[in-house]
């Protein structure tokens, strides 16, 4: 069995410090639970708004990233049930970043379990957890990391955290 895995906003909390980036820049408040869309820029301050994807474009974002709870135990746990791969999209000027994040917080040990790609399916896995609706073509192909900006997509399965996920009993 072969777990794919997606960074951001699944270990990464990369959002918690776009928006600090964001509302430091524009005096704004927005908040993670605000964006309800998978487009954020809908949310942003309007002087910002395409432009708040040039947070991302910066590599120094993910060293004030922190883990997203437990998921360090999560991937632990995975690692009993079958092989484990980081999967995750990038934008330019980031490339092997989340990569070292990885390796820094102890996930990964081999760059051979890591992969950028922005087709995840091009992968092969048997199961995908990741945030990214637009990730699963097909319902039943893996886990949709419950994010503010995914609620509203109806998923076969989905899990709201790590922990969750850890005492579930997993058929796949």
Known sequence: MI????????????MSEWIYRHNKDFDSNLKKEDITDWDISKFSHPSCGKNIYKYIEDPSIYDYCKPIENS???????RTLGRVI???SW????????YTWLKDHGYIDSI??????????????????????HNF????????????WNKNFN??????????????????
């Open 3 to 14: 777990f794919a895995v997606d960074c951001d906003d699944v270990l990464i909390d990369l």
């Open 72 to 78: 360090l135990k999560g991937i632990e746990h995975l």
């Open 86 to 88: 980081f999967v995750t």
């Open 91 to 98: 934008n330019v000027g980031i490339a092997g970043r989340k």
């Open 112 to 133: 051979n379990d890591y992969f950028e790609a922005h087709d995840k399916n091009m992968i092969k896995f048997n199961c995908l957890i990741d945030d990214g609706p």
């Open 137 to 148: 073509p097909n319902l039943y192909s893996g886990f949709l990391f419950t994010q503010p």
């Open 155 to 172: 998923h076969y399965r989905r899990i709201n955290n790590w922990e969750e996920f850890i005492n579930m009993k997993v058929i796949l």
